[in-house]
């Protein structure tokens, strides 16, 4: 299956600390995008990235991609107790008439 | 507010039931997306429908069923409801990208979520 993978699973910081969450995937993709949910809650987009793109920033966030790898990352820089949250990768692909794949998440806490 | 919006919140039934949850996309979205997000399944993409017809069918079951209206609204029907079935159930809904229905789409936003109990 298409499916991410998120790594890690959980992680706790505390705040003020940089957040780094990495995805892999399987197949190539046409885009990789990030998003946010909180504790049952809609998901929120956060950012995505093009896979011609290596790199990509929006605020305190940056993604960079690695198709060779087949592998993105997410990094939260100066975090603050309102990103715990969870946060999903989600890939589509050529040819899957529009599917998204969502990984499986990483549970982000920051620690006020 | 990302402009979806999904009827109703919460939904509490019994099992063997039907049920039916509705998704309106944002204004000029042509694609509707379903989701169940169960504690054990994760994220898990159940059907696409793009201006009315299905376009995509991913992990849904033969007791689920969707249709998208002229007016781009869509409903999910679950029936014969099991206790596994109680999830998170979102919608998505998204604008095509240039290039015409054939195309892929870009960012999907989200509904707030019907959270589904079947006791």
């Known amino acids: 299956s298409q499916q991410g993978e998120e790594d890690p699973q959980a992680l706790s910081i505390q705040e003020g600390e940089n957040a780094t969450m990495n995805c892999s995937y399987k197949?190539?993709?046409?885009?990789l995008q990030w998003y946010r949910q909180n504790s049952g809650r809609g998901l929120v987009h956060l950012i995505l990235?093009?896979?011609?793109?290596r790199e990509k920033h929006s605020g305190r966030l940056r993604v960079t991609l690695d198709t060779s790898k087949k592998s993105s990352s997410l990094l939260i820089t100066a975090s603050r107790a309102a990103d715990t949250a969870s946060y999903f990768c989600?890939?589509?692909?050529?040819?899957?008439?529009?599917?998204?794949?969502f990984g499986t998440g990483t549970s982000l806490t920051v620690i006020p | 507010d990302s402009g979806v919006t999904q009827t109703p919140k919460h939904l509490i039934t019994a099992t063997g039931q039907r049920v039916t949850l509705r998704c309106s996309p944002r204004?000029?979205?042509?694609?509707v997306y379903w989701y169940q997000q169960s504690l054990d399944q994760g994220l898990q993409f159940l059907i696409q429908?793009?201006?009315?017809?299905?376009?995509a069918k991913g992990n849904i079951l033969e007791r689920f069923s969707a249709q998208q209206f002229p007016d781009l609204h869509s409903e999910l029907n679950l029936s014969s409801l099991e206790l596994g079935d109680s999830a998170l159930y979102f919608c998505?809904?998204?604008?095509?990208?240039?290039?015409?229905?054939?195309?892929?789409?870009?960012?999907?936003?989200f509904g707030p979520g019907t959270r589904l109990t079947v006791l």
């Open positions: 989600a890939t589509d692909a050529p040819n899957t008439g529009n599917q998204f794949y």
């Open positions: 197949t190539s993709i046409n885009n």
């Open positions: 990235i093009r896979s011609n793109e």
């Open positions: 204004s000029g979205d042509l694609s």
């Open positions: 429908y793009y201006n009315g017809e299905e376009r």
């Open positions: 998505a809904s998204a604008a095509p990208l240039a290039g015409g229905p054939s195309g892929g789409t870009d960012t999907q936003y």
